[in-house]
């Protein structure tokens, strides 16, 4: 039988605020992280996760929201 260790995901808003969270059982922390990050891809109103063991954070990760293209224009002389 596999050891099992217990993570906590933290699901941030658009704010970097804590939003939910969820607790994830995994062998190891490649596979929290890897399953922390499926959860936020399937969750696109979130922008970040915190994933913590115990008082440890584990992974970090935030999804900057989509920013509008901006065109920047020199003035030229007209001679």
């Known amino acids: 039988?596999?050891?099992v260790a217990q993570y906590r995901c933290?699901?941030?808003d658009?704010?970097?605020?804590?939003a939910s969270n969820e607790t994830i059982e995994c062998?190891?922390?490649?596979e929290a992280v890897d399953m922390?990050?499926?959860m936020l891809q399937r969750r696109p109103h979130y922008h970040g996760i915190e994933?913590?063991?115990?008082?440890r954070v584990v992974h970090m990760e935030v999804r900057l929201p989509q920013?509008?293209?901006f065109i920047i224009r020199s003035a030229?002389?007209?001679s």
């Open 76 to 78: 030229q002389q007209t």
């Open 51 to 55: 994933l913590w063991k115990g008082a």
């Open 14 to 18: 658009s704010t970097g605020s804590l």
């Open 36 to 38: 922390a990050l499926t």
């Open 1 to 3: 039988m596999q050891n």
């Open 27 to 30: 062998s190891g922390e490649r």
């Open 67 to 69: 920013m509008p293209t």
């Open 10 to 12: 933290y699901f941030l």
